[in-house]
């Protein structure tokens, strides 16, 4: 196998509404809903940078500013913290600093769909591996779920997506496996459709928003074939790569919270908070009080 290109960049899609949250979304990106005290992008940004990831493109949309400024150094926020000796705080802040030129951001003009945001990043993506992180999918990981990814893609070259085991009923909300052959952790996959009818799902096994692909998929986004939804569908072209490049789901070891979801992001608040030292007694105290 000729050597493989490190993967070193990653596409986030951030252009939708939000209407699920509203109104708490209508002046604000839902990315920055916090989960206990960091936004979602955030989580995001940090789980790719812990897979070795160094360069980041954020697919916007109108108003999604507010994502931008918060990547960028606060410099009289900074100042403050130093003049009220909070030296804990300004620490935290510069060490998460985006190095200079790391974040990029092309809008998306137009909602076609998530393939579409995806091919909007092309110039970004170049002739590179790249990873897509869908903030929105929030994951607690021992090891971070894209560095997952990344091993599985040195170990087996090619696309590499996260999956996870779904109950049938709710297969129809996802990009679907139709399984080549199971391995256990990896499984090799001969065919995807995104959001099937329930009856007609080749399996339960579902993409979550975690993937490595090649810039190969970039070809078939160009075509802007509409797919579920009227829209164009990132599984789709993932799709057309399959028999002319490896393609696998990886059995991701962690939980991922739907924080597209007010529930999911409820329960995620409290996962995350329960994990903390500083908040887990507190937060175990109240919630006997209403169970
Ligand atoms: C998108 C993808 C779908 C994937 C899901 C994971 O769907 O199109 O294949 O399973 O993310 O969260 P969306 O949630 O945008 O409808």
Redesign the pocket.
């Known amino acids: 196998m000729p050597a493989l290109k490190p993967l070193k960049k990653a596409v986030l899609p951030v252009a ?1 509404l939000g209407t699920r949250f509203l109104p708490a979304t209508k002046a604000m990106a839902k990315e920055m809903l916090p989960v206990v005290d960091r936004p979602l992008i955030q989580y995001a940004i940090d789980e790719a940078r812990a897979a070795g990831i160094e360069q980041f493109c954020l697919i916007t949309g109108r108003g999604k500013t507010m994502l931008v400024e918060h990547f960028d150094v606060a410099y009289e926020l900074e100042r403050t913290l130093q003049e009220r000796g909070k030296t804990a705080e300004l620490a935290q802040l510069r060490a998460e600093a985006m190095p200079p030129g790391a974040l990029v951001t092309v809008r998306q003009q137009v909602p076609m ?2 393939g579409h945001a995806i091919w909007c990043a092309r110039h970004f993506i170049g002739d590179d591996p790249f990873a897509i992180l ?1 903030p ?2 929030l994951m607690q990981c021992e090891v971070s779920c894209t560095a997952q990814l990344a091993a599985a893609y040195r170990e087996t070259g090619g696309n590499v997506v996260a999956i996870e085991e779904v109950p049938r009923e709710r297969v129809n ?4 496996l139709d399984v080549l052959e199971d391995k256990g952790k990896l499984v090799s996959v001969k065919g995807l459709v ?2 099937p009818a329930i009856d007609q799902a080749p399996s339960n096994l ?4 975690r993937y490595v692909l090649m810039p190969e998929v970039l070809g078939h986004l160009a075509r802007m074939e509409r797919g ?2 009227g829209e164009v ?3 789709d072209a993932m799709a057309k790569l399959i028999g002319s490049q490896p393609f696998h789901g990886l059995r991701y070891e962690g939980r991922r919270f ?1 924080c ?1 979801d007010k529930a999911g992001w409820l329960e995620a608040q409290i996962a995350f908070a329960l994990a903390r030292p500083d908040m887990a007694d507190a937060v175990r105290g109240f919630l006997r009080n209403y169970l």
Do not use: C, H, S
Request: charged share 25%; proline share 0%.
């Open positions: 939708g769909g998530l869908l929105d999918d909300r996802y990009g679907v995104e959001k579902t993409i979550i928003g579920a939804g569908q990132l599984t739907d597209g």
